[in-house]
């Protein structure tokens, strides 16, 4: 046995998303890039912004001794000075530098705080859907995600995440706006939310955290605001990174926040920064940490995604597929179409839409049967060009 | 409990590494850079080459669209690539780039190898003493690191390798040239670890792996080489970054590679790639990838590290402090001399080393009690001026 057998049956499982992403490359090698529509991963296609560009350029350039060198394992102090000043302003309250850790991404910021709080058989409450990857990064450390259903709008259902809680649940894990639904959890839903943790709490001795995953809350459309968290809620941890709204999803630089007024919080930052170190993140990239500590406020033109998301929705309607409409971030949560055999299937809908060229991940991969994510972070072009592809795909479906 | 026990736990015997690095930033506030002599940290003073510097550059001013994306979770197929050159002079193999996977850096190479191969309870041995936070990156993943102590001038034991060896034993983890103690482990050593591994397999039918981390494999002194793994055994797996040959430990860039004769060589990568993918990696950094593609082979002058070496042991043989010549790497192991009161505890050493602003690491740190690790990768006037300094904390000793 070559591989740890617990490895092997997750790999069976695996990502769908990364599946249909690597499909889309060999894909693109054999019938040209504009031949294939690529909806498989959230991969911004804008560019970083300029403000971006020229920051890295100019620390390219720089002659400072130890630019590459190692820093505290937290991070450089001026890019957590940063990151403090950028959650302060999206939450409301003063968050110190003390209190923020940067990280590899978002999904290394998770695993870090999923690391310091978990305990072997500990749960952690998903609304779903949900990005599949939280299954793994709970498991990683001895705890199991246990999704709860959101409404039939994919808003928040306080009474599963109700139902799901137990003298086990260490955490609830929000993702707003919503991968893959595109949703934004409501203010009002937030404070039910905190209200009901606190309930839980009155009643069992254990409070359960709330994570907020945030590496979509620039990207809104149409005036939607994010609510932020830290003023309803005590235990609360804000996880976020520049992968989708500077376009740096493969430069790995995210951050940790938590939440200022949370009692024992100098216990819990020292051990995620310590989880932060001994899962061999060791620090978050220190060319990164320096370009964002200059650009994490660059400003950046989401109306493109808004286009592309109107250019889709008008491309699915033309295809008779039903859908969600995205508030923020860039994925479109599609209902399989009934086939003529009076399937929903929705492996089977993806592999059919593969033999037009088209690329979707299905909604198992998010928790949810019967549906279908398309990331439009593509070019209008291209969602243009897939008309013909998606109504012939329907039509032989 | 914000925490979960058993990180609080681990965390109280943590790093004494990097709580030296972080008391010597402290010092050198209050006392000035000059006036502190901070051995702790094997972060290389030399800067990266100018090759390096040039190619940051170039990266930093293309214009070539998604430089900053995402990529297969292996990496760049052209750093892989680069990497299986590399690793094929090496190890005098033709390694295969499609058995090489980018890591974030070795410490995420590791732990993604780890959590590739290891089950509850499995155990990991390392030759004594070794770099502590091996720990941590075993039981991260269920494991159990399992020291075998070397001989008195820190060569492989091949006897206590023998005796720990069990049906639990999923790989022996060799770092040579060694941190702390600078020892190279000889060609014949490799060789006799290789056919006792085969044996205990013939006994057994569970083959460990080695896995070498090799991050020090091109800092060595007075033409000594670090033997190649792969045509000795089978089952061997290459561990290494340019953290400290390049001097780029802040951008987390490494790489793991498998050794092309192992039979299940095609399971195992799948295993460790999406073994980086959910620990949340994801990827190793891209522009470093794009960087160390460049750049794997650029000329780097080492010869500093030896007049350091020189005038360290030159410092210490004033001070009457006994210490193993190191091979390779940077890093002096010293034996704590006899106090007054006949203590010879490393920590207290330590601490009485750091009243004289010397900061160094005692050997608990690297399971040895009665020695510490100085770093020389610090400027030779830092070397020399601490002279004083050692003389006078020995004399009070």
Partial sequence: MSVAPQILKAMENSSAIRKAFEAGIKLKKEFGNDNVYDFSLGN?????PIEVKNVIKKIAASDEIGTHGYMPNAG????RAAMSKKVSEEQGVFVEEKNIIMSCGAAGGLNAVFKAILSQGDEIIVPSPFFAEYIHYCTNHGGKLIPAATNEDFSLNIDTIKNALSSKTAAVLINSPNNPTGKIYSKEDIQLLANTLEEHTKKTGRKPYIIA????RAIVYENKTVAPLFPV?????????FAKNLSLPGERIGY?????????????CAAIIFANRILGYVNAPAFFQRVIAETWNAPVDFSSYLLRRNALTKVLDKANIHYAEPEGAFYLFCKVPKGKNGSTDENDFCNQLEKYRILAVPGTGFGKKGWFRLAYCVSEKTITNSTDAFIAAVKAW
């Fill in 44 to 48: 911004p296609d804008l560019e970083p």
């Fill in 233 to 241: 809620y005590d235990a609360s941890i804000v996880v976020s990174s």
């Fill in 213 to 216: 995953d945030e590496p979509y």
């Fill in 76 to 79: 450089y102090n001026f890019a």
């Fill in 256 to 268: 940790i926040a938590v939440n200022p007024v949370f009692k024992e919080i100098d216990e819990l």
